[in-house]
């Protein structure tokens, strides 16, 4: 009770303070005028539908991500040669924010969800890459020796040996990429939002707030809806974290 | 006599060209023996057994099994690790199946034999109860505990154990080295034994259990000596209180005392 009492103490204080701030000026938004934009966007159904739009981008680029990056970061933990081949490609592009090479997509793929799902898969593949190489060399060697002394094939090996031991690097790794995705795709939808033919996410309508509407108050409220989102990301990838992974301390 | 289970000739190991962890050891190891190895703390014990196991390679030197070289790990040559080598994401249970499940050692049995294998090397090991449990929820001993049972339960035709009992208390010690005598097969003929390669510290375990005890020495690792161990088997309590028991221990202590002086003091 106490503990939930200190908790809201800070939000509530904060939501105080920017009432009273505010209230000076008649366009600046409030804590009550923010509020009734929020229950109007959620009323209609926009505010959903714009996020819902923004997650799915999201979890499809992210997909693609992993699913490229695991395979290639297992390579080239585990295989020196694949390693000095490809790092120097890898450190070169790393850098590179997601975007700056917006506008690369949008002419290639357009402005629709096809750019959007690209500029996330490549936003969240490089720390999902870069944790599940170092998952794959920081196993301990003893272990690996182990498995080779009670006779397992390669291949077993590599199933019930060396994923399970980077399992909980990779799984960082993951977590660490999704919420960059969650960034970039905002990021990502705010720019392509003027575009004719970009269709919706959460990123677009806050540009449409801002660039046509001019409706403080709604943008103030995808804000929040997208800090709410990614809090609710990382606490549900924690949480899948700790229900896979219940041997490591992460 | 029949040739030697495994040879090793002239074996010496060097890290990095400078450190000489063994130098020239020349030893044969028995079908059937129950050698203890026995030295000062990095007197390359430890390197013996890893060649042995076909982890490291010589510098130079020959090691055969059955007259041909080991060129790597094989399943008939178990290993216990002195760190244990648990495999932290697998539960008790999980971690004293693997070789089973996912090795040669498990071919042949089916899911119910090999369930009652583990559940009887669990319970030997006196681990019942803790079958669910983590690597990280356990003592230092209970670790080691299921490294042994780790490796007996796939009853590998070779044992090359690495000090497998150090952690254990007293009680449990005692009660686990006449286990593993049993493991062995001190109450079937020499010919039905498996072979076991045994490192340990302590020199009254090496005399109660082995069939012969190589004393190395240390900077570089080279063997002192060869003690016969001539004591009746089967071994029990009895043997632990003999005359000729003691007498063993003390010639050894002898032989290694001034090694461990010199190895503590450099
Ligand atoms: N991978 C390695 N690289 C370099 N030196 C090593 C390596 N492994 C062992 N050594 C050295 O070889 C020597 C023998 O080591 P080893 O581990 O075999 O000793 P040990 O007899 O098992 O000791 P302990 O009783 O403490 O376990 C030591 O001087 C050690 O520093
Ligand atoms: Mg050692």
């Given amino acids: 009770m106490k503990h939930m009492a200190l908790r809201l103490a800070v939000p509530l204080l904060l939501l105080a303070g920017w009432q009273l701030l505010a209230s000076g000026s008649a366009q600046a938004p409030r804590p009550t005028t923010v509020a009734e934009a929020a229950i109007a966007m959620l009323r209609d159904g926009d505010l959903l539908a714009g996020l819902a739009t923004s997650l799915g981008r999201v979890f499809a680029g992210f997909a693609i991500a992993a699913c490229v990056a695991i395979p290639l970061g297992i390579a080239m933990g585990s295989m020196p040669t694949v390693e000095r081949n490809l790092d120097p490609l890898v450190e070169t592009f790393r850098p590179i924010a997601a975007l700056a090479i917006l506008p690369l997509v949008i002419l290639w793929l357009g402005s ?113 809806a997208v800090g709410i989102v990614a809090f609710a990301l990382d606490r549900a990838l924690r949480w899948a974290l700790a229900i896979t992974v219940p041997w490591s301390r992460i | 006599m029949s040739a030697p289970k495994i040879r090793l000739d002239c074996v010496s190991k060097s890290f990095g060209g400078s450190v000489v962890a063994v130098e020239k050891l020349s030893l044969d190891i028995r079908d059937g023996e129950f050698l203890a190895i026995v030295g000062p703390s990095g007197c390359g014990k430890t390197t013996v057994l890893n060649m042995l196991a ?21 399943a008939e040559r178990g290993v216990m690790f002195q760190d244990y080598a648990l495999f932290p994401w697998r539960t008790v249970r999980g971690n004293v199946e693997f070789g089973l499940v996912y090795g040669p050692a498990g071919q042949g049995l089916s899911p119910a034999e090999r369930t009652e294998r583990v559940e009887r090397t669990i319970e030997m090991v006196g681990l019942k109860g803790s079958h669910e449990k983590y690597p990280h929820q356990l003592s230092g001993g209970m670790r080691q505990r299921v490294a042994l049972a780790r490796l007996m339960a796939s009853e590998p035709e070779i044992l090359l154990m690495d000090e497998p009992l150090a952690a254990l208390d007293a009680q449990t010690r005692v009660i686990l080295q006449d286990e593993l005598l049993r493991i062995w097969g001190q109450d079937r003929p020499a010919t039905e034994r498996r072979t076991v390669v045994f490192i340990t510290h302590a020199i009254d375990e090496a005399v109660f259990l082995a069939d012969r005890v190589a004393v190395l020495s240390s900077h570089p690792g080279r063997l002192k000596q060869i003690i016969d161990i001539d004591l009746p088997r089967p071994r029990g309590d009895a043997t632990r209180r003999s005359g000729d028991f003691a007498r063993l221990c003390q010639s050894i202590w002898e032989l290694i005392r001034e090694e461990a002086y010199r190895a503590t003091m450099n």
């Fill in chain 1, 112 to 224: 629709g969800s096809g750019a959007a799902i690209a500029i996330v898969a490549y936003a969240a593949f490089f720390p999902i890459l870069i944790n599940t190489i170092s998952g794959v060399k920081r196993i301990e060697p003893s272990l690996m020796r182990a498995a080779l002394t009670m006779g397992l094939t390669p291949l077993t090996r590599m199933r019930v040996v060396l994923l399970p031991a980077a399992l909980p690097s990779i799984l960082v790794g993951m977590r660490i990429g999704l919420g960059i995705a969650w960034t970039a795709i905002i990021a990502a939808e705010l720019a392509v939002g003027a575009k004719s033919g970009s269709s919706g996410g959460i990123g677009q309508m806050m540009f449409v707030f801002y660039a046509y509407s001019i409706d403080l108050n709604g943008m103030v409220v995808c804000m929040i």
């Fill in chain 2, 54 to 74: 076909g982890l490291e390679p010589l510098t130079s030197g020959t090691m055969t099994l059955n007259g041909k070289p080991i060129e790597g790990p094989g």
